[in-house]
């Protein structure tokens, strides 16, 4: 059983910076790719971000240019340095990590950026 951790949630203006990380623990493998969701009020869970096992990264196009993510290992941890944050931020985000048909979520940690 694999369990996804995340951390590094909280309260921001606008325009500053947070860091979220997400570990892995339990019986961990290399994943083929880890990432970043999140879902605001009323709205679907959409991708933020992922990372390959290889590096690849890809980026939802609200955040490109303002986000960053990446890993220590293709274990994790995988962090995601977000800056210039803006109030549309604001969402319960979700750590993903995926080995074939297999898909792991984390328990989601709470950003909220204030204007």
């Known amino acids: 059983q694999v369990q996804l951790v995340e951390s590094g949630g909280g309260l921001v203006q606008a325009g500053g910076s947070l860091r979220l990380s997400c570990a892995a623990s339990?019986?961990?493998?290399?994943?083929?790719?880890m990432g970043w969701y999140r879902q605001a009020p009323g709205k679907q869970r959409e991708l933020v971000a992922g990372?390959?096992?290889?590096?690849?990264?890809n980026y939802g196009d609200s955040v490109k240019g303002r986000f960053t993510i990446s890993r220590d290992s293709a274990k994790g941890p995988v962090y995601l340095q977000m800056n210039n944050l803006k109030p549309e931020d604001t969402a319960v985000y979700y750590c993903?990590?995926?080995?074939?048909?297999?898909?792991?979520w984390g328990q989601g940690t709470q950003v909220t950026v204030s204007s």
């Open positions: 339990g019986s961990i493998f290399s994943f083929n790719t």
């Open positions: 990372i390959t096992s290889d590096g690849r990264t």
């Open positions: 993903n990590a995926n080995k074939g048909s297999l898909s792991y």
